[in-house]
């Protein structure tokens, strides 16, 4: 059988870590004498090697884990936002003089991701106004538990 056929067969079978790692092992193997045992299982640990990363690949796709983001990667051309000042915002020169910065924005567009990046000189930004999340405590106090009526109007004593 030709290395062309045994390639198609092994895509056939969706063997790809085996199929990329083709070539390069048998030659190995045979500059090396190895026996077919030898040469088998090394192709064999390369299908496993893969299938292992396809898996993580798609673990993490799964995941929807958020993106990496910077303010270099951001478009500044065709919106409205003043690239100088959040470029002084984010080196943190207005933190020394203790100016606010409130942030507007519909749902989806990146308030609190702006909210929670330290600044340049290490520092991170104070959040003033917070709505605390489900869960949370308002005003640092414990969240207390609804209160109970009494089921019967009479109570024993």
């Not at 045994?6 to 790809?16: A, G, W």
């Not at 993490?60 to 958020?66: E, F, G, S, T």
Request: glycine share 8%; with cysteine; net charge positive.
């Amino acid at each position: 059988m030709q290395t062309a056929e045994l390639l198609d067969l092994m895509n056939v079978l969706k063997l790809r870590g085996m199929r990329a790692a083709f070539e390069e092992i048998l030659s190995e193997g045979l500059k090396r004498k190895l026996s077919f045992h030898q040469i088998l299982g090394k192709l064999f640990a390369c299908e496993i090697e893969e299938r292992k990363l396809r898996s993580i690949r798609y673990q993490l796709d799964v995941a929807n884990l958020p993106m990496t983001k910077s303010l270099d990667s951001f478009q500044f051309a065709g919106t409205p936002i003043n690239e100088a000042l959040v470029r002084q915002w984010h080196e943190g020169l207005p933190l020394a003089s203790a100016r606010n910065l409130i942030l507007v924005g519909g749902t989806g567009t990146g308030k609190t991701h702006g909210d929670r990046q330290p600044t340049h000189q290490g520092r991170p930004p104070r959040t003033l106004l917070h709505r605390p999340r489900s869960g949370e405590s308002a005003g640092g106090r414990e969240p207390q538990p609804p209160r109970r009526r009494d089921a019967s109007p009479m109570r024993t004593y």
